[in-house]
């Protein structure tokens, strides 16, 4: 099983402010990485698939990057409804694997 | 638009069943394989089991496997979740996910809902 870690667990940030957000898988998965983006009381939001695609309707100030075993997702300019819980997964081998979160709040 | 409308969860003893279901809705859901991911209460997300398009290829988290079966029904347009000996530790939210070009991602996601295991 391919382990996904996240860090931060968690970061304040101001609005306004560049956010990025890590993710590390245990061994390569290629660019098969995708973000998703929670809310509380809410399903997930994808945001990036392919590791860099930004998925429909997702604002541009979200950008991914990375390929193998390191990624990144970027946010540029946090606006107040990007508060929330963003999660990396990988798709290339089974089962697919979740990182455990990065929590993103206003501080 | 799609939509996907999760149901069936409650309240279940250790050991007992219970099957969920996902209707769809705006799609014709044998063009795409599907998922079940759950998360249990503060925690993360993690991914259950999964359909291709036509049912006959199917994968399952080692947590559940020989315990939970995924099925559908495609003559309905309804995913399903068969699962039996259930365990305090199965005690989650559960979301019904559709793939996307690839069937290991997901780009649309039920509302959920809540499966508790407990005497």
């Known amino acids: 099983e391919i382990v996904m870690t996240q860090s931060p667990a968690a970061l304040s940030v101001s609005p306004g402010e560049r956010v990025t957000l890590s993710c590390r898988a245990s061994?390569?998965?290629?660019?098969?990485l995708v973000w998703y983006q929670q809310k509380p009381g809410q399903a997930p939001r994808l945001l990036i698939y392919?590791?860099?695609t930004r998925a429909t309707d997702i604002p541009g100030r979200f950008s991914g990057s990375g390929s193998g075993t390191e990624f990144t997702l970027t946010i540029s300019g946090l606006q107040s409804e990007d508060f929330a819980v963003y999660y990396c997964?990988?798709?290339?081998?089974?089962?697919?694997?979740f990182g455990g979160g990065t929590k993103v709040d206003i501080k | 638009e799609v939509q996907l409308v999760d149901s069936g969860g409650g309240l279940v003893q250790p050991g007992g069943s219970l099957r969920l279901s996902c209707a769809a809705s705006?799609?014709?859901?044998?063009?795409?394989?599907m998922s079940w991911v759950r998360q249990a209460p503060g925690k993360g997300l993690e991914w259950v089991s999964a359909?291709?398009?036509?049912?006959?290829?199917?994968y399952y988290a080692d947590s559940v496997k020989g315990r939970f079966i995924i099925s559908r029904d495609n003559s309905r347009n309804m995913l399903l979740l068969q699962m039996n000996s259930l365990r305090a530790e199965d005690t989650a939210v559960y979301y019904c996910?559709?793939?996307?070009?690839?069937?290991?991602?997901?780009?649309?996601w039920g509302r959920g809902t809540l499966v508790t295991v407990s005497s």
């Open positions: 061994q390569s998965v290629s660019s098969d």
């Open positions: 705006g799609i014709v859901l044998r063009r795409y394989a």
């Open positions: 997964q990988q798709f290339n081998n089974w089962p697919l694997t």
């Open positions: 392919g590791a860099s």
């Open positions: 996910a559709k793939a996307g070009y690839s069937s290991g991602w997901f780009d649309g």
């Open positions: 359909s291709s398009g036509g049912g006959d290829t199917t």
